[in-house]
T-cell receptor, first 113, second 113 residues
Framework: SQKIEQNSEALNIQEGKTATLTCNYT??????LQWYRQDPGRGPVFLLL?????KEKRKERLKVTFDTTLKQSLFHITASQPADSATYLC????????????FGTGTRLQVTL | DVKVTQSSRYLVKRTGEKVFLECVQDMDHENMFWYRQDPGLGLRLIYF???????EKGDIPEGYSVSREKKERFSLILESASTNQTSMYLC????????????FGAGTRLSVL
C-alpha cells in the first residue's frame, strides 16, 4: 500500500543547531515533493518544492534533499530559532495524477533557548 | 498575496444538524480542496474540485457533499452531522498547472455534540 511517513515524535533541538526532519514514502512515484509549515490552529503554509530530478533545493536557512532511490526527503533548518517551532508536513504529487497532493502526518519541531 | 478565507474559525453543532462550511479564494484558482485534519491521521482529502460544478471524491467522502457554483467559492456540506465528524476542516486552492502548490485557509474547528 502507499504510505508517506514522517516521524510522529516531536523533535526537540537547541537554538542555533540544525534541525533535520525526514519524510519517507513507499509505493509512490512522485513527480515532486513539497514541504509545508503549520502553526497551531492555522492552515499549512508552503515552504519549498523539489522535483524528482533534483537532489537539493535551498531557500535562506532551509534546505531540502530528495533521494528517489532511498524514497526519502530530508528537510533541514540551519541556525534554528524558537520562531521555527511548528509542525512540518511533507506532501507529494504522484506522477500521472493531476493536482492532488498526499500529505504526511507531520513532525512537530520545538526549538528551545 | 493569495487569500483563502473560511467563513468560521469555530463551530459547534448538534448531532443531526445540516452544516455548511464555506471557503472563498481570491486568486482565480481552478482547483479547490476540502481536507479534515485529525491528530495522528494528518490531512485527509474529502473532496476536490477542478472547475465550477466539477467535483471529485477524495479519500474520505462519506457523510459529506460539496458545491461549487462559482469559481471562487467551494462549500462543504455535512448533511447530518455526527460526533465522528468533529475535526479541524481545512480548505485549500491551487492554480492549474502551477506545480500544485496549495494555499490554505486558517481552518474551521467543528465540534459536533
Amino acid at each position: 500500500s502507499q504510505k508517506i511517513e514522517q516521524n510522529s515524535e516531536a523533535l526537540n533541538i537547541q537554538e542555533g543547531k540544525t534541525a533535520t526532519l525526514t519524510c519517507n514514502y513507499t509505493n509512490y512515484s512522485p513527480a515532486y515533493l513539497q514541504w509545508y509549515r503549520q502553526d497551531p490552529g492555522r492552515g499549512p503554509v508552503f515552504l519549498l518544492l523539489i522535483r524528482e530530478n533534483e537532489k537539493e533545493k535551498r531557500k535562506e536557512r532551509l534546505k531540502v534533499t530528495f533521494d528517489t532511490t532511498l524514497k526519502q526527503s530530508l528537510f533541514h533548518i540551519t541556525a534554528s530559532q524558537p520562531a521555527d517551532s511548528a509542525t512540518y508536513l511533507c506532501a507529494l504529487r504522484p506522477t500521472g495524477t493531476a493536482s492532488k497532493l498526499t500529505f504526511g502526518t507531520g513532525t512537530r519541531l520545538q526549538v528551545t533557548l | 498575496d493569495v487569500k483563502v478565507t473560511q467563513s468560521s474559525r469555530y463551530l459547534v453543532k448538534r448531532t443531526g444538524e445540516k452544516v455548511f462550511l464555506e471557503c472563498v479564494q481570491d486568486m482565480d484558482h481552478e482547483n479547490m480542496f476540502w481536507y479534515r485534519q485529525d491528530p495522528g491521521l494528518g490531512l485527509r482529502l474529502i473532496y476536490f474540485s477542478y472547475d465550477v460544478k466539477m467535483k471529485e471524491k477524495g479519500d474520505i467522502p462519506e457523510g459529506y457533499s460539496v458545491s461549487r457554483e462559482k469559481k471562487e467559492r467551494f462549500s462543504l456540506i455535512l448533511e447530518s452531522a455526527s460526533t465522528n465528524q468533529t475535526s479541524m476542516y481545512l480548505c485549500a486552492s491551487s492554480p492549474l498547472g502551477g506545480l500544485d502548490i496549495q494555499y490554505f485557509g486558517a481552518g474551521t474547528r467543528l465540534s459536533v455534540l
